[in-house]
């Protein structure tokens, strides 16, 4: 698979906020609202694009990329690029979330070098940890918000 990054559109930003995922990834779902259209549009996201141009998924970077309740416990306190990803869910389950992943990740090394990267998941997704895992991440931290538990990795 073929993938590039390219600036979030509003016409981009508006298709990944109908995207929706199957139980129990609906967590991930967003509502279609101008708030999350302007946090997609004014905020460090990035499409992912096929080599047809089509929309595979996108990453974010900095603050958009964390759960908020995890500052509040002060779990985001050592210095690291947050980094947050969502692929288009008709594409999930289908071999493609390493390629995918190790593009965003190789794209956000170049541009970060010599830097910590960290990533929140939700405890159940399983396949997530397993890939961030194998590309060498470890769990730093665990926390609880709103009935759910979060897994915070970090990579050096």
């Given at each position: 698979?073929?993938?590039?990054?390219?600036?979030?559109t509003?016409?981009?930003?508006e298709?990944?906020?109908?995207?929706?995922?199957?139980?129990?990834?609906?967590?991930?779902?967003?509502?279609?609202?101008?708030?999350?259209?302007?946090?997609?549009?004014?905020?460090?996201?990035?499409?992912?694009?096929?080599?047809?141009?089509?929309?595979?998924?996108?990453?974010?970077?900095?603050?958009?990329?964390?759960?908020?309740a995890?500052?509040?416990?002060?779990?985001?306190?050592?210095?690291?690029?947050?980094?947050?990803?969502?692929?288009?869910?008709?594409?999930?389950?289908?071999?493609?979330?390493?390629?995918?992943?190790?593009?965003?990740?190789?794209v956000v090394?170049?541009?970060?070098?010599?830097?910590?990267?960290?990533?929140?998941?939700?405890?159940?997704?399983?396949?997530?940890?397993?890939?961030?895992?194998?590309?060498?991440?470890?769990?730093?931290?665990?926390?609880?918000h709103d009935?759910?538990?979060?897994?915070?990795?970090?990579?050096?």
């Amino acid at each position: 698979m073929e993938l590039r990054a390219c600036p979030m559109t509003k016409e981009l930003a508006e298709d990944i906020l109908c995207w929706e995922y199957p139980p129990p990834y609906d967590l991930y779902n967003n509502e279609y609202t101008e708030d999350a259209l302007k946090e997609l549009m004014e905020n460090l996201y990035e499409a992912i694009l096929d080599g047809n141009g089509t929309l595979t998924g996108f990453y974010c970077l900095g603050d958009a990329a964390i759960v908020p309740a995890g500052i509040t416990l002060g779990l985001y306190r050592e210095p690291a690029v947050d980094i947050g990803i969502g692929m288009n869910p008709a594409l999930t389950g289908k071999g493609n979330r390493k390629i995918f992943f190790s593009f965003i990740l190789d794209v956000v090394m170049k541009t970060f070098l010599r830097t910590a990267f960290r990533l929140t998941a939700a405890a159940f997704n399983e396949r997530a940890i397993k890939l961030y895992m194998n590309a060498g991440f470890q769990k730093a931290d665990v926390f609880n918000h709103d009935g759910e538990t979060f897994i915070i990795m970090l990579k050096y």
